[in-house]
């Protein structure tokens, strides 16, 4: 499966930003879907995830109450609301698939381009 991360952006802390990803290939609303991100001199860290039938969601600490995975399957698209942005949360985004729910990055076996997300105090 292919995938197209879009939606970064700058804005000022406290402010929302919605990041999509469409998924393209064989089946490519049944994958489970995440949402992870890379910060400059750090490690690649989850942050989100979503079943293929958004049965079940799972976040990291650091965005649960803030962050909000979705999908659309119809259109083959995931989507990360996030709202409440602190500067911390300056990172690239990657959107991934996977056949497994699951929040380790390793077990992800498609992953798109990043979307700078930079939120300035």
């Known amino acids: 499966v292919q995938l197209q991360a879009s939606g970064g952006g700058s804005v000022q802390a406290g402010g929302s930003l919605r990041l999509s990803c469409v998924a393209s290939?064989?089946?490519?609303?049944?994958?489970?879907m995440g949402w992870f991100r890379q910060a400059p001199g750090k490690e690649r860290e989850f942050v989100a995830t979503?079943?293929?039938?958004?049965?079940?969601?799972y976040y990291a600490d650091f965005v649960r109450g803030r962050f909000i995975i979705s999908r659309d399957n119809a259109g083959n698209t995931v989507y990360l609301q996030m709202n409440a942005l602190k500067p911390e949360d300056t990172a690239l985004y990657y959107c991934?698939?996977?056949?497994?729910?699951?929040?380790?990055?390793?077990?992800?076996?498609?992953w798109g381009r990043g979307t700078q997300v930079t939120v300035s105090s």
């Open positions: 991934a698939a996977t056949n497994v729910p699951t929040t380790d990055q390793r077990k992800y076996t498609s």
């Open positions: 290939g064989h089946m490519a609303n049944r994958y489970v």
């Open positions: 979503v079943t293929f039938n958004s049965a079940a969601t």
